[in-house]
């Protein structure tokens, strides 16, 4: 098995652990290595593996499979390394990681992972962000939301791979799951499966002159796409930009380093660091440089920003290229390779990044130059927001009203909302009734300048 193993090519993984495998993946070699000074103790291992393989085989009381011992033990080998992104992987989960790459492939679009230290809640899959234009992106849900349960199963003890399995299906069929967000709010959440293709970048002025550049994920046509829209502003001679990271859940190593060497004009990028040789690499801008030095840029980031999109965040700040806003990102620091192994595979970390500083942000993130936050809800806004998911009422307002409200329209409905004890600002109501509406009329905004506290500050930063 091991000759076969050195044999087959890997995929770098940079992205965190995702829901449906979004993540676009890259082929790379990686040398063979052996460990040197525990050859003996490997070889001890490994012949009282044989002994106890052996005697479970021929002495147990009930006939058993040998693949269900080997995979058993495949799976336990990965959990003892207590690493949420190393994992076994069954011929199921091999196939739908195969599946994904294509493109396209029916589930509900959400980046998840195993809970970092110090999350709310650790016993449930968090949500690291919903892809943009998805069904989970649709429904509201955001960073941090924990799934309780789907379909009634309760995912307490289900790993990432596990959830995922539910979570995929045929397009148009339909999942029913809970959501826990902050301390106690808890909901359920029905999404339609759809043919999910992710997109990487949109793009829009601001006031003229500022360029907003929004990098949804890294994938092999993101430094095109981005390319695109320098061009576009150069078109509209802006004197800025702002490059949205949010909700950014990482993508393709190769894709950071691309987008970034449009930045930097030479330099450290990213560097890798492994027990194999061949994982220590050092990334540099190669002076592709298109964006002007002069040009002001500012970065949004928040808890979903993770992986290749915190390699673009630190390098920038590191490097005194641009101003970091908004909330510390998600800190994963880490680069996962997946091999295939017969039917099956295994995905396992293979090294570490560190940014330009000689940083290593795993667990611990990017932090913010200017920090800027949503207000956190208070226990009685959490229940109002519960009621309003539950009750669906904002729904069904926006239905009656054809999907095009009117500004008195919600004026008086918010009213009503008030009568009824609902606490949540104007604020709040207004955004999630302007996210409800472009759900109903199938549209999707670059910004939302009137509603979106971190861009407001981004743009009044630029003017200052």
Do not use: C
């Not at 660091?273 to 964006?291: D, K, L, P, S, Y």
């Not at 806003?325 to 994963?332: N, P």
């Not at 239905?399 to 008030?418: C, H, K, N, V, Y």
């Amino acid at each position: 098995m091991d000759q076969d193993v050195q044999k087959r090519r890997p995929v770098v993984w940079i992205g965190v652990s995702a829901a449906l495998f979004a993540v676009l993946i890259a082929v790379a070699a990686v040398p063979g290595a052996l460990a040197q000074g525990s050859q003996g103790g490997s070889e001890q291992a490994l012949g009282l593996f044989e002994q106890v393989y052996r005697f479970i085989e021929r002495n147990y009381v009930d006939e058993v499979d040998p693949d269900v011992l080997i995979e058993g033990a495949l799976e336990g080998m990965f959990e003892a390394l207590d690493d949420p992104h190393s994992a076994y992987l069954d011929t199921e989960e091999m196939r739908g990681l195969t599946d994904t790459t294509s493109g396209e492939f029916g589930g509900v679009g959400m980046f998840i992972s195993k809970p970092i230290e110090g999350s709310v809640d650790q016993r449930y899959i968090e949500v690291v962000s919903p892809i943009e234009d998805t069904p989970a992106y649709r429904a509201g849900l955001r960073a941090g939301d924990r799934i309780k349960a789907v379909e009634g199963q309760s995912t307490a003890d289900l790993s990432v791979d596990g959830v995922v399995d539910l979570l995929r299906g045929e397009p148009g069929s339909e999942v029913k799951i809970t959501i826990l967000r902050g301390a106690d709010m808890e909901f359920p959440v029905s999404l339609e499966r759809a043919i999910i293709e992710v997109p990487t970048v949109k793009w829009d002025m601001i006031d003229d002159d500022i360029g907003f550049l929004r990098v949804i994920q890294f994938t092999p046509y993101t430094d095109d796409r981005v390319k695109e829209a320098i061009e576009d502003f150069k078109a509209n001679n802006y004197r800025a930009m702002i490059i949205d990271l949010r909700s950014n859940p990482g993508g393709l190593l190769d894709g950071v380093v691309d987008v970034a060497d449009l930045f930097f004009d030479g330099g450290l990028i990213v560097e890798t660091r492994g027990r194999v040789a061949g994982e220590n690499q050092r990334f540099t801008a190669r002076r592709g440089q298109i964006v002007d030095d002069r040009k002001e840029i500012v970065v949004l980031i928040d808890g979903g920003s993770a992986s290749a999109a915190e390699i673009l965040a630190a390098a920038i700040k590191d490097r005194d290229r641009g101003t970091l806003i908004g909330s510390t990102t998600y800190g994963k620091g880490s680069v996962q390779q997946v091999r295939s192994v017969g039917a099956g595979g295994f995905r396992l970390t293979m090294s570490r990044y560190y940014t330009p500083s000689g940083t290593n942000i795993d667990e611990i993130g990017v932090e913010p130059d200017i920090v800027v936050e949503e207000p956190e809800l208070s226990e009685e806004q959490e229940d109002s927001y519960a009621r309003l998911r539950e009750e669906q009422q904002i729904a069904t307002f926006v239905e009656e009203q054809d999907g095009e409200p009117t500004d008195s329209e919600i004026d008086a409905f918010i009213s009503e909302l008030r009568t009824e004890g609902i606490s949540l600002s104007d604020r709040w109501l207004r955004r999630l009734i302007r996210i409800e509406a472009n759900r109903v009329m199938n549209r999707t905004e670059v910004y939302d300048l009137e509603y979106d506290l971190v861009l407001q500050r981004a743009v009044e930063y630029l003017e200052e």
